[in-house]
Nanobody, 123 residues
Framework: VQLQASGGGLVQPGASLRLSCAAS????????IGWFRQAPGKERETVAC????????HYPMYMADRFAISIDNAKNTVYLQINSLKPENTAVYYC?????????????????WGQGTQVTVSS
């Protein structure tokens, strides 16, 4: 499985970004893809997860509603829309996949990881 994350960059506070995660090489029909972030010196945390089977989404309770995950099954691509970016959103954003239709409860339960894309929010 290969996951290619893209769409990060340097943006000003209040801006929006859409990150993409293109998946290839998978061998099963059903999978979930999650987005995660890791800021310098902090633990990796889950941002959102989506199932390709029925587009069911999952967001941790602590995650703000400025994040929205979506999927385009025709392109095997998952998106993360981030609105009203704040400096504290600065982090490397990763996507990861696990076969099945249920989003794992922890980030380290995912099996395949992309390389990450840097998001920097600064004026």
């Amino acid at each position: 499985v290969q996951l290619q994350a893209s769409g990060g960059g340097l943006v000003q506070p209040g801006a929006s970004l859409r990150l993409s995660c293109a998946a290839s090489g998978f061998t099963q029909d059903y999978y979930v893809i999650g987005w995660f972030r890791q800021a310098p010196g902090k633990e990796r945390e889950t941002v959102a997860c989506i199932s390709n089977a029925d587009s069911t989404t999952h967001y941790p309770m602590y995650m703000a509603d400025r994040f929205a995950i979506s999927i385009d099954n025709a392109k095997n691509t998952v998106y993360l829309q981030i609105n009203s970016l704040k400096p504290e959103n600065t982090a490397v954003y990763y996507c990861a996949m696990k076969y099945g239709s249920t989003c794992p409860t922890r980030w380290n339960y995912y099996d395949y990881w992309g390389q990450g894309t840097q998001v920097t929010v600064s004026s």
